[in-house]
Structures are given as structure tokens and as C-alpha cells.
């Protein structure tokens, strides 16, 4: 039942393994990528006492010499400071590392983003493979090779595009997880169907009940299919330009929901499915999707307990956040928004009044 995605991105090109039990194949994927002196598991705390003592045992019978380092679970960590320590421990492991050594990054997407940030920048940039163990890192953060810490002016505005070696993505991992983790993760697979795939949001509704309890089968499924869909986009278009933009569907207003309610209030998942309920209310607005092709989308996401209402929000403080996010060109505000269910198209003609009635469409 165990699936691989190709990545295709040339010479950078690399492997998603997805399966019960995958890690257990972490020592042979290192071997196999040639020489390699030492490896160097990197996780945060929380997922290093959950799941790295078997990392280290896999990896210490391959035969492979092996260090490990961590840092505090949790957003507050991906900035430089922390980057600077890791960097500092790194340089300190006995015995020390080269340029044969390989990073191994355990644990969610913060883990992902900080430890590839690591590798990108470590002697010019070590080889990395990622173990991703949150559905959102399983489905997102882990497909693309986008490294990166935050800064105090904004999220991810340190980084480097930095493509792993291979990507184990080992579903027992998430019989650990929490469950307000797990709906970050079923945002994305939610906005993965809407870009490109009516078929996946068909599968998400009639296999819900299964998706929520983690069912093996179904998650390993589930994941391939977004992983596929990631990879498709990522090849297609490795740095962000218009088809990885397509991949913001939902997050221009859950973004600005999270700058304006605060990322500790809303979990990125709930920010996500709200930008997502507003922005195909805005598509039907415009009489870019019918009516009866939004409302699939909204049942689905409330089906796996993802919020579709909220409170009133300031729409003139959503309208200014979103004229200032990164993504933003020559001050014109950009939206994704589908036209059917697995087709979305770019607008870049947004106004506050399209925000200010799209807004309207989530309260209670
Ligand atoms: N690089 C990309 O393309 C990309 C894409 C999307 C998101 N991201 C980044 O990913 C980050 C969010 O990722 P996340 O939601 O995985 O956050 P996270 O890495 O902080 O993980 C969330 C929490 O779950 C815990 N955890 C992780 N795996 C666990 C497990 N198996 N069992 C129990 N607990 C576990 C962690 O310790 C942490 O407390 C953000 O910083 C975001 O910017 C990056
Ligand atoms: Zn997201």
C-alpha cells in the first residue's frame, strides 16, 4: 500500500515515500545517496521524545554514525536566533560534521523549515532528507524545498529554496498527533481539491470519518494524492510565480485573519478554511462559480470540523492587511478563486467591497 511521488525538478529531483511504517527505510536512503560520514537528526522537543529514540536506533543499525539536536516545539522557535543555536551545536557535535555529513529533519513543518534552513546554509548546504510527522507537514511544508525562519516584521522573510534528498512520510507517525494539529493539515488537502482536483474532495467527504481517526489506508491515500498534487504545482513552477500561486487559495484572507486576530489566537488550519469559504463566496459574487459548486467546498471542510462562520471581523483592517502582504504586486491585491471545483485562476483586480461582502458571507 506504501506510495512514491517523484518530485521532478531535474537534477534536484527526490522521492516522497509514503506508508505505515516508512522510517524503518530511513538508514538504506541514506546510504543509497553515496558517501556519507555522519548524520545529524534535528526535531524539536516534542517530537524528539516522541519519535527519536527509534529514529536514532534506525539509523545507529544501518551503521551510521549519529548526533542529534533540538529546540523548543512550537512557531516561537523559527527565528534566527534559534537558527543561530542550532548552527552553534551543530559546529559542536563530536564527531564533527563535513560536508559528507547528511541533516535529518524530524518533526512538523517548523522542524522542516528551520532544520532545511540549516542544511541550505551549513558549509554552503549539507544534503537533508525530511521526515515530516503533521499532516500539514505531510501534505504541504514538505514538498517544494521552501526553507525558512520568521522575522519580528513578518512570517518566513528568511529563507532559501532548498530541495531535500528524499522525504519519508511514515503515517504512524500521526497516531500521535493532536487533533486541533490534524485540521491544519485537512485545510490544505481541502485546497488542494478546489486548485486542481474534484476528485480528492469527493474522496475527503465520503472517507471523512476515517481521515479523523487516522485511519492508515486512507491517510496513506490521502497524502499521496496532495503530495502528488504539491509536487505537480512545484514542478511545474519551482520558484513562486503563477501556478504555485494557486497554492494561496485561501490564504490571502486567512492571512490577514491570522496578522488581525494574532497566529497564537487562530490556528492556521481554522484561518485557511475562512479565506477559503470567502474567497468562493466572492468567486459566486462575481458569477465566476456557481453557486452549487461552493457549497460541496463548505460541507466539506465543516464535515472535518473546520470552521465556515466567524464573528464579525474589521473588514477595513482585513483590506489594509491585505494590501501590505508580501505577495502583493505594485499595490494591486491578489486573489485565487475557483471557477469549479479543480480549476482556480488568478484576479488581480480585487476592491475592498468585493473583501467587505465576502467578509459578510462567514458570519454566523
Ligand atoms: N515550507 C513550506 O512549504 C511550508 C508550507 C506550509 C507551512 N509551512 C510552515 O510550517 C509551519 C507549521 O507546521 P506545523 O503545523 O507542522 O507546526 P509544528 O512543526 O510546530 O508542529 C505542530 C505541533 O505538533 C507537534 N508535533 C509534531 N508532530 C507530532 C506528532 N507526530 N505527534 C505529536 N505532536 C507532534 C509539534 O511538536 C508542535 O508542537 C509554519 O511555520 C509554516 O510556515 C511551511
Ligand atoms: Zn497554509
Known amino acids: 500500500m506504501d506510495k512514491t511521488i517523484t518530485v521532478a525538478l531535474g537534477q534536484r529531483s527526490y522521492d516522497v515515500r509514503v506508508g505505515a511504517g516508512v522510517l524503518s527505510e530511513l538508514g538504506r536512503t541514506i546510504t543509497e545517496l553515496g558517501e556519507v560520514s555522519s548524520v545529524v537528526v534535528i526535531s524539536d522537543t516534542t517530537v524528539g521524545q516522541l519519535h527519536g529514540p527509534r529514529v536514532m536506533q534506525l539509523l545507529g543499525s544501518a551503521g551510521l554514525t549519529v548526533g542529534s539536536l ?50 541550505a546554509t551549513a558549509l554552503r548546504g549539507m544534503r537533508w532528507v525530511q521526515c515530516p510527522t503533521t499532516l500539514l507537514a505531510d501534505v504541504d511544508a514538505s514538498v517544494g524545498g521552501k526553507t525558512a525562519v520568521d522575522h519580528p516584521t513578518g512570517k518566513n522573510l528568511i529563507g532559501a529554496f532548498y530541495q531535500p534528498k528524499a522525504v519519508l512520510i511514515d503515517v504512524e507517525t500521526l497516531t500521535s498527533l493532536p487533533r486541533e494539529q490534524l485540521s491544519s493539515g485537512l485545510a490544505e488537502c481541502v485546497k488542494h481539491g478546489v486548485i486542481r482536483d474534484a476528485g480528492l474532495l469527493a474522496f475527503i467527504s465520503e472517507n471523512a470519518d476515517d481521515i479523523l481517526a487516522c485511519g492508515s489506508d486512507t491517510m496513506i491515500e490521502l497524502i499521496a494524492r496532495n ?138
Not at 541533516?103 to 532544520?115: C, E, K, S
Request: proline letters at 5%.
Open 70 to 119: 533540538s529546540f523548543p516545539a512550537g512557531e516561537a522557535s523559527k527565528t534566527l536566533a534559534t537558527y543561530g543555536e542550532l548552527m552553534d551545536d551543530l559546529f559542536s557535535l563530536s564527531p564533527a560534521i563535513d560536508r559528507q555529513s547528511v541533516i535529518v529533519a524530524l518533526g512538523g513543518g517548523v522542524t522542516g523549515d528551520l532544520a532545511g534552513f540549516v542544511a
Open 227 to 364: 503530495v502528488a498534487i504539491k509536487a505537480a504545482v512545484v514542478s511545474a513552477d519551482e520558484r513562486e510565480s503563477d501556478q504555485r500561486a494557486h497554492l494561496n487559495f485561501g490564504h490571502t484572507i486567512g492571512h490577514a485573519i491570522e496578522v488581525l486576530v494574532g497566529y497564537d489566537a487562530i490556528p492556521h488550519g481554522r484561518a485557511v478554511s475562512l479565506g477559503m469559504v470567502a474567497a468562493c463566496r466572492m468567486a459566486v459574487e462575481r458569477k465566476l462559480l456557481p453557486a452549487a459548486d461552493a457549497d460541496p467546498i463548505t460541507a466539506v471542510l465543516e464535515r472535518l470540523g473546520l470552521p465556515v462562520t466567524c464573528d464579525a471581523l474589521g473588514p477595513d483592517d482585513i483590506w489594509r492587511i491585505m494590501q501590505h502582504d508580501k505577495k502583493t504586486r505594485a499595490g494591486k491585491v491578489r486573489m485565487v478563486l475557483p471557477s469549479k471545483v479543480g480549476h482556480v485562476e488568478i484576479y488581480d483586480d480585487i476592491t475592498a467591497r468585493d473583501v467587505r461582502s465576502s467578509l459578510r458571507a462567514l458570519l454566523p
